[in-house]
């Protein structure tokens, strides 16, 4: 198996705070793979860093998109770590809550395109061949993620469990080779988590993409994931198998109090 | 009997805001003193004037601020919010059509019915729309608030006052030197201030149209200075002159065909790859750049763009007047431009046409309003920002049709 | 050499009466967030106040001192009396909207309190009574410090001393640094946020009231648009300290005014605003924490 996602090293300091401590991880391809830990301990502050949001202290980030060169990330921005085909969603929903869900998601296609001002005012041909395709391929990405009913709505109206899905369809609209989904069952009532749940599966069977959650829905976690990786005050503190980590002596006493098989 | 209570308490509520006010309008208000002749006037009428005005708007105060927490409660279950009823009208073509046909001809008849100085009133207003439609690509659409619109403005207009006094330009050569000008001061002065976050660009960009119009007023042997520059020509068609009547005529086409370009434009970009980034940017940056959006790119663009718009308009306004001074771009001019794209809705073109007619025509027409124009800005700014955030206008978003 | 005191003097006593505007700047957006643009109105009211009650209480027939303490006293009451009106009107209700909402109705504030002053009162400049007594022993030393310098150099001590302790060391000083810190949080804990934004707001507006006082009495006129310059650069001053930080205002003040102090003295006086607005523009796009500000990664 390929390594897509290599992350060595990794370090973040809030001025006196040390939020991640020399982390290593890394992500195959065609995995799912989960990382949880208790609250603050850096899961967050974890894809910040390797999406380019915050500039890590220390350390290395590497991708090695499939069919691609390997490359360093850490340093690039945000919509250049994007470009390079790995998208993410947010803890705190951060849609464009004016725009309508179609709309959100034709967001997804802007770095997959290309034409400029000029281009938009005389409206030529490939200009309006680009804008077709972009409208198609939003579509269809609402039509696999089920919000294809939803298409005019805006943003903000909708339920919030569309409003977590319309997150990752709009992730997805960028053709990432990995998706950073970040407590994507936060708020959603058991039938939501249970199309999430099979969401997620088509998402990496169907559209080969692969998977790196952070989830604290451990039912969600020990179906769906490959592997999983455990995270305590910005450290690595276990990884392995479902079955490992649950049975992990480190694990439950950093959880001591959290009842890890709700 | 708590209906008669209510009422009661309501009453009360008004006498002590009204007592307030009164209080607070006291020495502003009241007294006027005369420090040369030592002498003191008192208006003791105007206390009545704020006693009686501030009892009755503060029961329009609280009954607005009631509806609008009952609009966001049903905002908040899914229900969309009320649109106008313009916006109804527009939306059906039976009514469309004929609308704007009827628009049409009154355009087109205006200046041959109505006087040159109507004309003249006219053709200003229209440079304030296509100014807010250039100002609402930056604000409305890309989120950015730019309260030094009026240096581009002054760029412009300096420009073709400059070239046409030292080389003789025309003002048809002008007119796209001026939009690159606009365009490339956009670049220069967006560069190094866009990645601020919002209130921090706000100020700076007043910062640097304040520095362009001090330049401007100190720099004597580059810009003559507060006494500004006079006899620039008026626009000619090829090399024949109009006299003043036809060429205020001419101007007024020429602001007609600007300004419909103008919503050409906006429209087009408002819904195209470029113009949904901006709206996106407006919306959560973080997100937007999250998904691939070069932030700075992005905004450099809007900016640069409106501030186009903002030298081309420059260049018909010192062709217009034929004369301009630095005193022409103050900081109020900005604000100005600022009120009327929020009182017509921030990203609606509509709105912003309607905005600006408003604005601009309410003071002219009735005497009432002309001494007042500027309390009137500030105060619409404050109340469409507090009661109506999304303007008179609420820009509606393009909705696709699928058949499946 | 001389010369040389008299600009650091000079520098100096601007410095401090900016420091009394920015205070107002930056205890308002320690607290919410808000660049409160109606501030140098709440200033220029603050002056008009003082020269309204100067002249009629001289009229009615009061003495020198009791003018002077009088007039200043009514300006601090009724700057702070706006100060607090405008926060009710302008911005509470825009709590909770997107940033650029409650800045935009600043601007609108600002515009609308000059345009007030100017129908109600005069656009002419106003001439502004010297309310500072000319002090017996500092005749000598006359060619070097006068007393509206003793004067404004004592009185923003003595406010900023104040302040200090007001914040650090009472009740209500704790409730605003709380609420700094975090709102929502403060408001868990039991803390009156709504009462502490009054509080800041009339705390800002009594000290620009003060420095209203002060300067109009220096420079000797006013008009209704002096609010809009001496904001700017009371802003400009906070944020070269540091938004949001105390002692950072009024370092940025006195640094701010000893730089035009010099810039006007050995460079050229036709450019002093430019030399502020372009050290505003300069800070904010180098060093927008400021001097003593540090920059905070913004969550997530
Ligand atoms: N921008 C920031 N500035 C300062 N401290 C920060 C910042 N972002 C995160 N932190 C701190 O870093 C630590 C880790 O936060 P993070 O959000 O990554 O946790 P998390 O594991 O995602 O927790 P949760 O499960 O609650 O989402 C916390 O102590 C947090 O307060
Ligand atoms: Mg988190």
Redesign the interface.
């Known amino acids: 198996m390929n390594t897509i996602l290599e992350v060595k090293d990794l370090t973040m300091d ?2 006196g705070l040390r939020a991640l401590d020399h982390l290593d991880l890394n992500v195959v391809e065609g995995e799912i793979a989960a990382i949880i830990g208790p609250n603050g301990a850096g899961k ?1 502050t974890f894809f ?1 860093c390797i ?1 380019g ?2 500039n890590p202290t220390e350390g290395e980030v590497l991708i090695s998109p499939p069919g691609k060169k390997r490359k360093k990330i850490n340093g690039l ?3 250049r770590v ?2 390079n085909g790995m ?2 969603t ?1 803890q705190n929903i ?7 869900v ?2 959100n998601v ?3 296609r ?4 290309s ?3 000029v ?3 005389l ?1 030529g041909r490939s ?1 309006n061949k ?2 077709k395709e ?2 198609d391929f939003s ?1 269809n990405i609402l039509k696999k993620t089920s919000l ?1 009913h939803l ?2 709505e ?1 943003a903000k ?1 909708l339920p919030y469990g569309a409003q977590r899905r319309l997150e990752i369809a ?2 997805m609209a ?1 053709e990432p080779f990995l998706l950073l989904l970040d407590e994507p069952a936060a708020g959603m009532n058991p039938q939501e988590t249970r199309e999430l749940d099979e969401l997620i599966t088509r998402i990496r069977d169907e559209e080969s993409i692969s998977i790196l959650m952070i989830e604290h829905d451990m039912k969600l976690v020990m179906s769906l994931s490959d592997r999983i990786f455990v995270m305590d005050y910005g450290r690595k503190i276990a990884q392995g198998s479902p079955y490992d980590i649950i049975n992990n002596p480190v694990v439950i006493k950093a959880y001591l109090g959290e009842d890890i098989y709700a | 009997m708590s209906f008669r209570d209510d009422k009661i308490q309501e009453i009360k509520k008004s006498l002590l805001v009204s007592i307030w006010f009164m209080f607070l309008t006291f020495p502003i208000m009241v007294i006027r003193v005369n420090p040369i002749e030592k002498a003191v006037e008192w208006r003791w009428e105007n206390m009545l004037v704020v006693g009686i005005g501030s009892f009755l708007l503060s029961f329009v105060w609280r009954y607005m601020l009631k509806k609008k927490e009952a609009g966001e409660k049903r905002a908040e279950i899914g229900e969309s919010g009320n649109t106008f009823l313009i916006q109804k009208i527009l939306e059906e073509p039976r009514f469309c059509i004929p609308l704007l046909i009827t628009l049409t001809i009154i355009a087109v008849a205006f200046p041959f019915i109505f006087s040159m100085y109507q004309t003249n009133i006219m053709t200003t207003a229209l440079m304030y729309v296509v100014l807010g439609l250039g100002l609402n690509i930056v604000v409305g659409l890309a989120g950015l608030l730019d309260l030094g619109y009026v240096a581009f403005y002054a760029v412009g207009a300096y420009c073709y006052a400059l070239l046409n006094h030292h080389f003789g330009l025309g003002f048809w050569s002008v007119l796209p030197i001026g939009a690159v000008l606009g365009f490339i001061f956009g670049i220069l002065l967006g560069f190094p201030v866009l990645r601020l976050r919002g209130d921090y660009l706000a100020i700076v960009t007043l910062g640097f149209g304040e520095i362009i119009r001090l330049v401007l007023e100190n720099w004597n042997e580059f810009s003559f200075g507060p006494s500004g520059i006079a006899n620039i020509d008026r626009p000619a068609f090829w090399d024949f002159q109009f006299s003043l009547q036809n060429a205020t005529i001419y101007l007024y086409f020429l602001m007609i065909g600007l300004t419909l370009f103008t919503i050409f434009v906006v429209n087009r970009l408002q819904n195209s790859r470029i113009g949904r980034a901006w709206i996106a940017l407006r919306e959560d940056e973080t997100a937007c750049q999250a998904m691939g959006i070069d932030k700075t790119r992005t905004k450099l663009t809007a900016f640069a763009l409106g501030a186009t718009w903002a030298g081309m308009v420059g260049v018909i306004f010192a062709a217009k007047t034929t004369f301009i001074n630095p005193a022409s771009f103050t900081f109020l001019e900005s604000a100005m431009i600022l009120s009327i794209v929020v009182l017509g809705g921030m990203g609606s073109i509509l709105g912003v046409i309607i905005g600006a007619l408003i604005l601009i025509l309410l003071p002219e027409y009735l005497r009432v309003f002309s001494d007042y124009r500027m309390l009137l800005f500030g105060a619409i700014m404050v109340i469409m920002m507090v009661f109506r955030p999304q303007g008179i206008i609420t820009n509606i978003r393009r909705r696709y049709k699928f058949n499946e | 050499m001389e010369y040389f005191f008299e600009l650091i003097l000079g520098g100096l006593t601007r410095g401090s009466i900016y420091a009394l505007i920015a205070l107002g700047y930056t205890m308002v957006y320690g607290i919410v967030e808000l660049i409160n643009f109606a501030h140098g109105e709440i200033y220029m009211i603050g002056a008009f106040t003082a020269l309204i009650f100067t002249s009629v209480l001289t009229l009615l027939g009061f003495n020198e001192i009791a003018v002077i303490v009088l007039a200043s006293l009514l300006a601090v009451i009724y700057s702070s009396a706006y100060g607090y009106t405008v926060e009710k009107i302008a911005y509470k209700p825009l709590r909770n909207a997107p940033r650029l909402s409650p800045l935009i109705s600043a601007i609108g504030m600002s515009i609308f309190l000059q345009n007030y002053v100017l129908l109600a009162q005069t656009s002419d400049f106003l001439p502004f009574p010297n309310l500072i007594p000319e002090f017996e022993f500092i005749k000598p030393y006359r060619h070097i410090i006068g007393s509206p310098e003793i004067i404004i150099l004592l009185t923003t001590s003595i406010a900023m001393v104040l302040l200090t302790f007001l914040i650090k060391f009472t009740r209500i000083g704790k409730a605003m640094r709380a609420t700094a810190q975090d709102r929502n949080m403060a408001m868990l804990v039991g803390v009156n946020v709504n009462r502490v934004i009054s509080i800041t707001f009339i705390i800002g507006s009594a000290l620009a009231a003060l420095g209203g006082v002060l300067i109009a009495s220096h420079v000797g006129q006013i008009n209704f648009y002096i609010g809009f310059i001496a904001g700017i650069k009371a802003f400009t001053a906070a944020v070269l300290g540091g938004i949001g930080s105390i002692p950072g205002a009024v370092l940025g003040a006195l640094v701010l005014g000893l730089t035009e102090s010099f810039a006007t003295g050995y460079v050229s006086s036709d450019y002093e605003d430019v030399f502020a607005f372009g050290l505003l523009v300069l800070i904010l796009i180098f060093r927008p924490a400021g001097i003593l500000g540090r920059a905070a990664a913004q969550k997530v």
Do not use: Q
């Not at chain 1, 951060?94 to 309508?100: A, K, V, W, Y």
């Open positions: 809030f001025g967050t910040n999406t949001i915050y921005k945000p919509n994007t470009e998208a993410r947010f951060r849609l464009f809550p004016d725009m309508t179609l709309e034709m967001i997804g802007h770095c997959r395109t034409s400029g001002i281009g938009a005012i409206r200009t680009e804008e972009i409208v579509y294809s298409v005019n805006l109206n709009r992730a960028t």
